[in-house]
Structure formats: C-alpha cells, structure tokens
C-alpha cells in the first residue's frame, strides 16, 4: 500500500541521490500526455518541498510547452537495484530558460553540461511512496554520452539553431518560448 507524504524526507532524498534515471510527466490542457526519461546530474532537492531539474537538449521540449500551460507536473523515480521502491513528486512547476535570471541563479548546482536548455523548478506539494514489487531488478552500467558529446561537437551556435528547427514547439503545436 502506498504511503503519503507531505515533504520529501532526508530518506527519500538519500534514495533520490542514487538514482541514475527519472521520468517527468506533464500535460496541457489538451493534447497528449508527455512523460519524459531523464538522467545525467540533472536533478537536485532544493529542500524538503523544492527540487530543480536541468533540462538538456532533446528532439523534443513537450515539458516547455505543457508547464507554459498547465504547471502540475509529476516526477517518478524507481528502484531497478536494491529494495524495490517507487517515489513520485507531484507538485507545480515553472521553467527558465538560459535567459533569464532564476537560470543563472541555479544553474552551478549542476556540472556544466553542453546543451543545457532549461532549468525546472518545481514546489513539491505531495510525496507518495509505493512498493515498486513488480519493477524488475536491473544492472546500471554507466550513463551514456552521446548527448553530451552532441552538443560538444555542434557548439552554441549550432544548438540554438537546432532548438529553433525542433524544440521552439511541441508534437500538438504549443510554443515552448525557448528563443524568447
């Protein structure tokens, strides 16, 4: 049986902080639902009712578009080693972007990653634990480093070009306002 809880406690950070993968989920209004694979050092808690999430550069910006719309999002980690776990973060979220100030003032929590697009900062109002009984049991090897050697290659110039070509809309046409 799920548990509820109110903030996220100094547990749930500790199993947080060993998680290589997350999934991120959002909605608009209408069109499709996005739920989104995320990994890399790209996620922090913040405190016990706050977590930043840098957004790197994807074929797509589907969460841009929906916060921009409909600021509920939810964040699920699960346990592929170890005891089974499920931890999702519902809350409401807003997104900067490079431009803007709240970017900047958080952006040295992460390492310097190529490609950085956004970052997501989002206010935790339920913490909900499940059993995690039935999510199969996995070796993580290392994470991958194709994107970041992506972005290394084509350089700033290059992948803002690219976010104006694939990431200045999402698949049901809501601008993400990623160029301003």
């Not at 100094?10 to 639902?33: D, N, W």
């Not at 003032?105 to 970052?119: A, H, N």
């Not at 070796?139 to 803002?160: C, N, Q, T």
Request: proline fraction near 4%; charge should be positive; glycine fraction near 8%.
């Amino acid at each position: 049986m799920g548990k509820k809880f109110t903030e996220i406690s100094k547990e749930h950070q500790e199993f947080i902080s060993k998680q290589p993968l997350f999934f991120v989920g959002t909605a608009a209004a209408e069109g499709r639902v996005n739920v989104s694979p995320k990994g890399m050092d790209s996620f922090r808690v913040l405190n016990a009712n706050k977590i930043a999430w840098l957004n790197l550069t994807g074929s797509g910006n589907e969460t841009a578009a929906h916060l921009l719309q409909n600021e509920r999002m939810t964040i699920m980690f699960c346990a592929f080693e170890g005891k089974p776990l499920i931890l999702r973060l519902y809350g409401t979220a807003k997104i900067y972007h490079t431009r803007d100030a709240i970017y900047q003032e958080y952006v040295d929590l992460f390492p310097k990653t190529p490609g950085s697009r956004q970052i997501i900062i989002m206010d935790v109002d339920l913490v909900q634990s499940s059993c995690g009984f039935a999510v199969p049991l996995m070796d993580y090897k290392k994470d991958r480093s194709v994107l970041k050697d992506w972005a290394e290659k084509k350089g700033p110039k290059k992948i803002e070009n690219y976010w104006e070509e694939k990431n200045t809309q999402s698949i049901d046409g809501f601008e993400t306002n990623i160029l301003g």
